[in-house]
Antibody
Framework: EVQLLESGGGLVKPGGSLRLYCAASGFNFNNYIMSWVRQAPGKGLEWVSS????????YYADSVKGRFTISRDNAKNLLYLQMNSLRAEDTAVYYC??????????????????WGQGTLVTVSS | QSVLTQPPSVSGTPGQRVTISCSGSSSNIGGNTVNWYQHLPGTAPKLLIY???QRPSGVPDRFSGSKSGTSASLAITGLQSEDEADYYCATWDDSLNGHVVFGGGTKLTVL
């Protein structure tokens, strides 16, 4: 059974940092593109970042570029999101998501077929 | 403002057919495939339709997707009370080195 479990969320002051984790199980992690998607309170879904299986192709939303870093450890089946210079508008539930299997060395995400339950990040003084 | 435009809300009665539209541009929907997600508050989003019309296993055939030009649609037939949720379209956008874009979401109410 595919499982994605996020952790690392919490309360942080503006300008602070936080690292999110996503532990994956039930599938061959190093064959899939992975993404982070967030939902701010009362708002819709917003894509944050994606990384391909070999970490050669990485993409960021403009709203987080230069502040957030996505990475992965295929040996440990872990996806990370390092968040620096956090702002109030980064307050959201952050979801980890697996992409549909694309059959090989894919460069960009197609669709997210499995999602974690999310971890809440609150940026407030 | 979202890059993809969806109606904020739609409604229908049980058994009815409803559609949700998603309008984009040549850099996103016009040149890439469209996905649809169902999201209930407090739960993980669920993939309903991917690559325009394909359904993941377990998604009822009451849900169908289509795309034409720079627009896409999600149709739900035989509306059920458990279909009440938020629905989002999403696709790849080729501009700005490439990124994923979501629609603003549509709240479906089953009357």
């Amino acid at each position: 059974e595919v499982q994605l479990l996020e952790s690392g969320g919490g309360l942080v002051k503006p300008g602070g940092s936080l690292r999110l984790y996503c532990a994956a199980s039930g599938f061959n992690f190093n064959n899939y593109i992975m993404s982070w998607v967030r939902q701010a309170p009362g708002k819709g879904l917003e894509w944050v970042s994606s990384i391909n299986s070999g970490s050669a192709y990485i993409y960021y939303a403009d709203s987080v570029k230069g502040r957030f870093t996505i990475s992965r450890d295929n040996a440990k089946n872990l996806l990370y999101l390092q968040m620096n210079s956090l702002r109030a508008e980064d307050t959201a539930v952050y979801y980890c998501a697996r992409d549909v299997y694309c059959g090989g060395d894919c460069h960009s995400p197609i669709a997210s077929d499995y999602w974690g339950q999310g971890t809440l990040v609150t940026v407030s003084s | 403002q979202s890059v993809l435009t969806q109606p904020p809300s739609v409604s229908g009665t049980p058994g009815q057919r409803v559609t949700i539209s998603c309008s984009g541009s040549s850099s996103n929907i016009g040149g890439n495939t469209v996905n649809w997600y169902q999201h209930l508050p407090g739960t993980a989003p669920k993939l309903l339709i991917y690559t325009n019309y394909q359904r993941p296993s377990g998604v009822p055939d009451r849900f169908s997707g289509s795309k034409s030009g720079t627009s896409a649609s999600l149709a739900i037939t035989g509306l059920q009370s458990e279909d009440e949720a938020d629905y989002y379209c999403a696709t790849w956008d080729d501009s700005l080195n490439g990124h994923v874009v979501f629609g603003g979401g549509t709240k479906l109410t089953v009357l």
